[in-house]
């Protein structure tokens, strides 16, 4: 790809796909608390996922650009040219999977979602996204500096 | 469209003008819960199918922290089913 033609592609955009909708430049997908939780960026892929370090659960991720900090000791990063997976239970027999993203194309990334390794009932099924007792489903999200925020 | 119905639109529609931040976004916020909660299946399937068209924080979804958002950590390994795992060696047999 020639460095023209990369610029082009990145100034297209971005769509990620969660549990049916369509998440269009969103710069963070999900915060909680004013923090970045979740946010992808595409070519190359890149994840980052980073809870607060208060969470309930005791639990703590972080993880920037597909990076692994230091003080994340159970969580797993996965990356290949067109995916990227997060998982939970390093050293386990079954870690769990929390984030699995796939690049559909340039400017397509599909996300499977599930915080509650973490304690944070946010998850996608068949039905679509569950924040706590809410399902979102079948929406765009265009434009939005933050797309969800738990607050 | 029912009476219900109509209302949230309104409403939500004020609330896109307000500063998410707003004490009165918040107030209405609250006064729109009971009526999101008195719409049947169908009249919620079409609020959820909408597009959300924004520009910055106005657009974000807002969901309060609550007991609803936390739950336990799913414990790896700690729920033990009542029939075994089971183990195939062989497909054939399986089936």
Known sequence: MTGEVARRVADEGLTVEIGGNRFVDCNTLISIGGQTLLRVEANPLRLSLTTPPDLPSGRRVSVVQNNLDSESGSVIVVTADSNVSIFWGKGASSPVSMVLATRLDAHRVHLKLDLRPLGILVYDDIDGLHVGGNALCGNTIRGATVAISLK | ?95
């Open chain 2, 1 to 95: 469209m029912s009476g219900r119905m109509r209302i949230l639109l309104e409403l939500e529609r004020i609330l896109l003008v307000l500063d998410a931040e707003d004490p009165a976004a918040e107030a209405l916020r609250e006064l729109m819960d009971p009526l999101w909660y008195g719409l049947d299946d169908e009249e919620r399937r079409l609020l959820n199918d909408r597009a959300i068209s924004g520009y910055g924080d106005r657009h974000t979804i807002p969901f309060e922290l609550g007991a609803d958002l936390f739950g336990p950590a799913r414990d790896l390994g700690g729920t033990q089913a009542e029939v075994g795992p089971l183990e195939f060696g062989d497909w054939r047999s399986a089936a």
